[in-house]
Structures are given as C-alpha cells and as structure tokens.
Nanobody
Framework: QVQLVESGGGLVQAGGSLRLSCAASGRAISNYFMGWFRQAPGKEREFVAAISWGGSSTYYADSVKGRFTISRDNAKNTVYLQMNSLKPEDTAVYYC????????????????WGQGTQVTVSS
C-alpha cells in the first residue's frame, strides 16, 4: 500500500501561484497514473489533473486548463501541481491519488489518497 502526502497549500491572493507536491512512499508510483482532485465545502470531490506513467500525457479539467500544470518525477516518487493565475473558485482541499487504471477522470478508479492540502484564494 502506498502512502501519499500532499504539501504546498496555503493562502494566496487571486492571480497568485502555488506549487503542490505529493510525495509517495511504500512503493514506486512509476507504474501508476497519478491524479489531483479537489473538494470544496459542500461539494463533491472533482477531477483537476492527471498524468500518465512516464509523464508523456497529461489531462486537465476545463476549469484549470491553461493555468495548472501537472508533472512527475518518478526518481523522487513525487507528483507536482503548479497552479498559476489562481481564482477564488479554486479554493478547496486538494488531494492526490494513484490509479492502476487509465480511467483517471473517475475518483472511484483511485486506490490510494493523501490527506489533502488546503488551498485558499482570496479575492
């Protein structure tokens, strides 16, 4: 079982940037798609971005396309989410997860989740 730990969240003004990290331990993530999801208060956990095993393919929700960039460093067993041009509607707890499936969009495809990191964007 992999353990995932997110970090890098915080409070930022609209238009600012944050870089989230997701560090994995317990096993290598190189054979897994990795994804970022977010959950705002009172809302369902929603897909944000995903990246294929080697990092050659990336996928984004329409709401973050062009502003967020997902990347991975398999040697460090870590996945990143660079978030630019942040908006108040990006405020949420951000979670990373791993999946052995290519159905990266569906949260039910993920077998492990981190504890989440809070991102708050003020207007």
């Amino acid at each position: 079982q992999v353990q995932l730990v997110e970090s890098g969240g915080g409070l930022v003004q609209a238009g600012g940037s944050l870089r989230l990290s997701c560090a994995a331990s317990g096993r290598a993530i190189s054979n897994y798609f990795m994804g970022w999801f977010r959950q705002a208060p009172g809302k369902e956990r929603e897909f944000v971005a995903a990246i294929s095993w080697g990092g050659s393919s990336t996928y984004y929700a329409d709401s973050v396309k062009g502003r967020f960039t997902i990347s991975r460093d398999n040697a460090k067993n870590t996945v990143y989410l660079q978030m630019n041009s942040l908006k108040p509607e990006d405020t949420a707890v951000y979670y990373c997860g791993d999946t052995g499936s290519v159905s990266y969009y569906y949260k039910t495809s993920y077998s492990s989740w981190g504890q989440g990191t809070q991102v708050t964007v003020s207007s």
